[in-house]
């Protein structure tokens, strides 16, 4: 985790990652920014905080519960409003960020 003035590659972070992983890289006040690798795909669930999602590399699926899905490519971003059943997932090696408060459980509630 980067609580200090110094500058990080979040690309380099992550670069030798090919199984899942998910952390904190900065805490920012009473948020946090998380990067993480997924391929393939993580339960569904909800979260009492808004999430925002940043692709960096790979591509991003994101499905709510409403069936709606999202894409999201690298730059692109999202954000799952509080209380709304979503899960992520991929077709191949992708890294993401996520913006969300420091106390969010990135397990969620509502497991499916």
């Known amino acids: 985790m980067n609580n200090t003035m110094e500058k990080l590659n979040l690309i380099n972070l992550v670069s030798n990652t090919t199984e899942y992983t998910n952390f ?9 920014l998380r990067i993480a690798v997924i391929d393939g ?8 905080t808004d ?3 940043m692709v960096l590399d790979g591509e991003l699926i994101i499905d709510l519960a409403n ?6 490519l690298p730059g692109e971003i999202f954000m799952v409003p509080s209380h709304t059943q979503h899960r992520t997932r991929s ?12 106390d969010n459980d990135i397990n969620g509630n509502g497991n499916s």
Do not use: A, Q, Y
Not at 67 to 72: A, W
């Open 24 to 32: 904190v890289v900065s805490d920012i006040n009473d948020h946090v």
């Open 41 to 48: 795909e993580f339960h569904w669930h909800e979260h009492d």
């Open 51 to 53: 999430e925002l999602f």
């Open 67 to 72: 069936d709606k899905t999202i894409k999201l």
């Open 91 to 102: 077709n191949g090696r992708t890294v993401n960020l996520c913006f969300e408060k420091k």
